[in-house]
């Protein structure tokens, strides 16, 4: 299902809420019913007089844990991509715009995860999070959460699914493998503008993932020196392009990991790249828009 489709929000009423007896209501129903039998054999006026008041506390609770819900109004933030192996976040608001404050609100999408409780001041509202684990790329369909209160005495659950539908996108797993930015091709390839060139020499620094292979001082490599690249001034901007077919690796999904490397050390670097996946190319550019574009290609990929 669509999350367009997807009310935004939900207002909690009679009609919508479901409400059962809780073991400790049970319990009370039992011992309500073992007092009667007692006063009946026994003809004793005070044992039916406190069984008349533990039934009317048994139905009197039954309208106040329906009214810790009711009324309430809930709805479905925007929800941040996440890498795989991260935790997607779903934000969802309970607002409350009764002057009556409620206690022990719970909200929790199934036994993998803990219920939150809450209290809402009056006209006020709760932002709370449930986190799932982002085993793979794709969209995370977030199960439809449970809002529930056994508010006051905890005899009665009342509670209510929320059809919510929230989603999060995950992008795939950056490589943590060393992958230098692919070269900018010259000749018909060309894809920016004339490379650095040396007369432009003025130091080195030691390498950082994202920089290029072309800059790298083998020889102070070859000497045990340690890994550097050369520092040029007066450089124009250059132009690469991220190519699924450029990532070497054993499956789709290394290769995907690889090409979500680039696009981030692409983007904080400050280059400009294109992105060609099959099917897909982005003309080069940069900036957080062009990097979220080509995350969100790899991820649906």
Same mark, same amino acid.
Request: hydrophobic share 40%; with cysteine; proline share 4%.
């Given at each position: 299902?669509?999350?367009?489709? &997807?009310?935004?929000?939900?207002?909690?009423?009679?009609?919508?809420?479901?409400?059962?007896?809780t073991r400790r209501g049970l319990g009370l129903v039992m011992l309500i019913?073992?007092?009667?039998?007692? &006063?009946?054999?026994?003809? %004793?006026?005070?044992?039916?007089?406190?069984?008349?008041?533990?039934?009317?506390?048994?139905?009197?609770?039954?309208?106040?844990?329906?009214?810790?819900?009711?009324? $309430?109004?809930?709805?479905?933030?925007?929800?941040?991509?996440?890498?795989?192996?991260? #935790?997607?976040?779903?934000?969802?608001? +309970? %607002?409350? =715009?009764? =002057?009556?404050?409620?206690?022990?609100?719970?909200?929790?999408?199934? /036994?993998?995860?803990?219920?939150?409780?809450?209290?809402?001041?009056?006209?006020? /509202?709760?932002? $709370?999070?449930?986190?799932?684990?982002?085993?793979?790329?794709?969209?995370?369909?977030?199960?439809?959460?449970? +809002?529930?209160?056994?508010? =006051?005495?905890?005899?009665?659950? &009342?509670?209510?699914?929320?059809?919510?539908?929230?989603?999060?996108?995950?992008?795939?797993n950056p490589s943590m493998q060393d992958c230098p930015l692919p070269e900018?091709?010259?000749?018909?390839?060309?894809?920016? %503008?004339?490379?650095?060139?040396?007369?432009?020499?003025?130091?080195?620094?030691?390498?950082?993932?994202?920089?290029?292979?072309?800059?790298?001082?083998?020889?102070?490599? &070859? /000497?045990?020196?340690?890994?550097?690249?050369?520092?040029?001034?007066?450089?124009?901007?250059?132009?690469?392009?991220?190519?699924?077919?450029?990532?070497?690796?054993? %499956?789709?999904?290394?290769?995907?990991? +690889?090409m979500c490397r680039w696009v981030l050390d692409a983007d904080d670097a400050?280059?400009?790249?294109? #992105?060609?996946?099959?099917?897909?190319?982005?003309?080069?550019?940069?900036?957080?828009?062009?990097? /979220?574009?080509?995350?969100?290609?790899?991820?649906?990929?």
């Open positions: 299902m669509s999350s367009a489709s &997807a009310p935004k929000s939900i207002a909690l009423n009679y009609r919508n809420i479901y409400i059962l007896p019913a073992l007092l009667v039998l007692i &006063a009946f054999i026994y003809n %004793n006026n005070l044992v039916y007089l406190l069984s008349f008041l533990l039934a009317s506390l048994f139905f009197i609770t039954i309208l106040h844990t329906v009214k810790s819900l009711q009324g $309430l109004v809930i709805s479905q933030g925007h929800n941040t991509p996440v890498f795989v192996g991260e #935790f997607a976040s779903s934000k969802i608001t +309970i %607002n409350n =715009p009764t =002057p009556v404050a409620r206690y022990s609100v719970q909200l929790g999408l199934d /036994k993998r995860v803990a219920l939150q409780t809450v209290d809402i001041p009056a006209q006020q /509202k709760q932002l $709370l999070n449930l986190a799932y684990k982002a085993d793979k790329r794709s969209w995370l369909m977030i199960a439809n959460p449970v +809002i529930s209160s056994c508010y =006051p005495f905890g005899l009665f659950r &009342a509670w209510q699914r929320l059809n919510l539908d929230g989603k999060v996108l995950v992008y795939p900018n091709h010259q000749g018909q390839d060309q894809q920016g %503008n004339a490379q650095k060139g040396q007369d432009d020499f003025y130091g080195l620094q030691s390498y950082q993932s994202g920089d290029s292979i072309r800059h790298i001082h083998w020889r102070a490599f &070859a /000497k045990g020196q340690g890994l550097f690249t050369r520092q040029y001034s007066g450089a124009q901007s250059t132009e690469i392009c991220l190519d699924y077919e450029q990532a070497m690796a054993a %499956n789709q999904e290394e290769r995907l990991s +690889i400050g280059i400009a790249y294109g #992105f060609k996946l099959p099917g897909l190319i982005l003309e080069p550019n940069q900036g957080e828009a062009h990097a /979220k574009k080509c995350l969100e290609a790899l991820a649906l990929f």
